[in-house]
């Protein structure tokens, strides 16, 4: 498949759909917890990630224990990875659902590949085009909307749920930063099982035993516990994972955007919260910015694989003129560089889809 060319398929776009309804049902069932159980948010958020913890050691040890081995002089990124990315992201994430409106909560987290791309630039030297720039002013006007910053009192009633909401953008932002390090030497499943299993850690800290047991003694608790670690999470990071074999990341990114609609809606149905008019168009705003950056991102990849293909063709061209076997060698090799820079962008893609 030549570059700039999209891969769509019913099959994968059915498949990232899905993983976007089962992410977007977190926040609901999230507040469900702390509503109807009275579960402190930290010991929902420790309990769900203990539970995916256990359930990947559990898989990958049975499927491929090679999965599970990391180097020992590794660990200690391992443990800063899961400190920012998985622990102050729970921690913003389950204390803005219990604070504000799921959809709102939601449109705030979704803001993530915002923050990513301000952190690409001091942290990896990627300086945003203008393209760029303009997605980031316009998710801004949707943030605005969304907050209803134009109604003073409803803002400032809400600040703190705000401000946890923009922590668990910045948190999930930097998500992709750590596992694009970490992609480099493991797989997509062995970063999410060492980011979760420190994030756990950290998490646990904050508990003790009583509060883990109080929770899952409960059983319609530990039931929807359960249930919030195996179907949005688990289940729709192998989802999402699994639509990239049949789909563009490009194409899924765009799909998988649909998440903070979903979020609305069962947030509507099963809670009541209904969001106004302002409220929708700044969060269909947000992710219109939000998917114009994944856009430029997936562009900006694929220009490299384009570039790659003319540098082939002039020294398919030049190699017939001179007959010369060294260059010929060469060609062989370029093909294989370029199809691994396209899937290794998907992989990243796959790695960077962090769980809400």
């Not at 809670?271 to 998917?291: F, I, K, N, R, T």
Request: aromatic letters at 10%; charged letters at 15%; hydrophobic letters at 50%.
């Amino acid at each position: 498949m030549r570059a700039g060319q999209s891969r769509v398929s019913w099959a994968g776009t059915v498949t990232v759909l899905l993983a976007a309804c089962f992410f977007s049902t977190t926040g609901t069932i999230i507040k469900h917890l702390v509503q109807s159980y009275a579960l402190p948010p930290l010991t929902i958020a420790a309990v769900r990630i203990s539970l995916i913890v256990l359930t990947l050691f559990a898989v990958l040890g049975t499927l491929d224990r090679k999965l599970l081995y990391i180097r020992l002089h590794d660990v200690p990124f391992f443990l800063l990875f899961g400190l920012i990315c998985v622990t102050l992201f729970q921690t913003c994430w389950v204390y803005t659902v219990s604070l504000i409106e799921v959809g709102v909560a939601t449109v705030l987290n979704n803001t993530a590949p915002v923050w990513a791309v301000l952190f690409a630039w001091p942290f990896l030297g990627e300086r945003p085009s203008r393209n760029t720039g303009v997605a980031l002013v316009l998710t801004a006007v949707g943030m605005a909307l969304v907050v209803r910053v134009f109604d003073a009192r409803f803002f400032s009633f809400n600040l703190e749920g705000v401000l946890w909401g923009l922590g668990s953008g910045v948190t999930y932002g930097l998500y992709g930063i750590f596992s694009r390090r970490a992609l480099r030497r493991y797989s997509p499943w062995t970063t999410l099982t060492y980011a979760f299993a420190a994030g756990a850690l950290f998490l646990l800290v904050t508990q003790s035993v009583g509060s883990i047991e109080s929770a899952l003694a409960r059983p319609g608790a530990a039931v929807w516990l359960v249930i919030l670690a195996l179907l949005p999470t688990l289940g729709g990071y192998v989802l999402y994972t699994f639509s990239l074999r049949s789909l563009d990341a490009a194409v899924a990114a765009i799909l998988v955007a649909t998440e903070p609609v979903m979020a609305v809606l069962w947030a509507a149905i099963f809670l009541g919260e209904w969001l106004s008019w302002p409220q929708l168009v700044g969060g269909g705003v947000v992710m219109a910015g939000v998917v114009a950056l994944q856009l430029n991102r997936q562009a900006d990849a694929r220009s490299g694989g384009v570039l790659e293909e003319q540098y082939q063709a002039d020294q398919s061209h030049q190699s017939e003129l001179d007959e010369d076997p060294p260059i010929e060698e060469l060609q062989k090799s370029l093909p294989g560089e370029a199809s691994d820079e396209v899937e290794g962008e998907q992989q990243e893609d796959a790695g960077g889809q962090a769980v809400s």
